[in-house]
């Protein structure tokens, strides 16, 4: 069974930091691509940042770029995003998925916010509150 399961959400104070883990179980990662998202209360859920497959090419919405960052280890079959300099309206619940299409990281812009259908095996979600 194909399963993405996350860690690492929590609570943090504006301008603080925190890393999201995704690790993936009964499938090799290298051959995927991953896309965080998040989804904050009464909003729909959007891409925040997308890694390629094995180019690695990373993609970030404008809201996130310069702050966060999206990296993997294929070795331990896990996808990080990194968030830096988080803020408020960071707020939200975070999911990883994958899809075979690397072309779909273009989720992350707007126009191409329906490409989120083309990722799968998403994970349970992990909360991000930024708050003090």
């Known amino acids: 069974q194909l399963q993405l399961v996350e860690s690492g959400g929590g609570l943090v104070q504006p301008g603080g930091s925190l890393r999201l883990s995704c690790a993936a179980s009964?499938?090799?990662?290298?051959?995927?691509?991953i896309g965080w998202f998040r989804q904050a209360p009464g909003k729909e859920r959007e891409g925040v940042s997308c890694?390629?497959?094995?180019?690695?090419?990373?993609n970030y919405a404008d809201s996130v770029k310069g702050r966060f960052t999206i990296s993997r280890d294929n070795a331990k079959n896990t996808v990080y995003l990194q968030m830096n300099s988080l803020k408020p309206e960071d707020t939200a619940v975070y999911y990883c998925?994958?899809?075979?299409?690397?072309?779909?990281?273009?989720?992350?812009?707007?126009?191409?916010?329906?490409?989120?259908?083309?990722?799968?095996?998403w994970s349970q979600g992990t909360q991000v509150t930024v708050s003090s």
């Open positions: 009964g499938f090799t990662l290298d051959y995927f691509a």
């Open positions: 890694i390629g497959t094995s180019s690695g090419t990373t």
């Open positions: 998925a994958a899809t075979t299409f690397s072309a779909s990281c273009s989720v992350v812009e707007p126009s191409y916010s329906h490409r989120l259908y083309d990722f799968a095996s």
